[in-house]
């Protein structure tokens, strides 16, 4: 099993930045995709990136493409969102998971999450 945490969260006005950390321990070894995803007030959880743990490849909603990056730091076992150019209705609640599997959109599939962290943006 995976252990992920968090952190990073906070209000930001519209067109600032923030930047989400998910600190992995435990099995990481069996993680192949680290995946953000987020849930806002009265909405179902959804996708918003993806990266392969070893071979850097990385996928985006299309509602945050061009805004948001994901990256990774093996030596520290963490993985990153960087969010910019944010926007009201990216307000949410935001989960980092892990899978086994390759590339997975598929919140079902991964089997590890975090215990959340909340961003607020502010019109």
């Known amino acids: 099993q995976v252990q992920l945490v968090e952190s990073g969260g906070g209000l930001v006005q519209a067109g600032g930045s923030l930047r989400l950390s998910c600190a992995a321990s435990?099995?990481?070894?069996?993680?192949?995709?680290m995946g953000w995803f987020r849930q806002a007030p009265g909405k179902e959880r959804e996708f918003v990136a993806l990266?392969?743990?070893?071979?850097?490849?990385?996928r985006y909603a299309d509602s945050v493409k061009g805004r948001f990056t994901i990256s990774r730091d093996n030596a520290e076992n963490t993985v990153y969102l960087q969010m910019n150019s944010l926007k009201p209705e990216d307000t949410a609640v935001y989960y980092c998971?892990?899978?086994?599997?390759?590339?997975?959109?598929?919140?079902?599939?991964?089997?590890?999450w975090g215990q959340g962290t909340q961003v607020t943006v502010s019109s």
């Open positions: 435990g099995r990481t070894f069996s993680s192949n995709t």
């Open positions: 990266g392969s743990w070893y071979s850097g490849w990385t």
């Open positions: 998971a892990a899978t086994p599997l390759k590339l997975t959109m598929k919140e079902a599939e991964y089997h590890s």
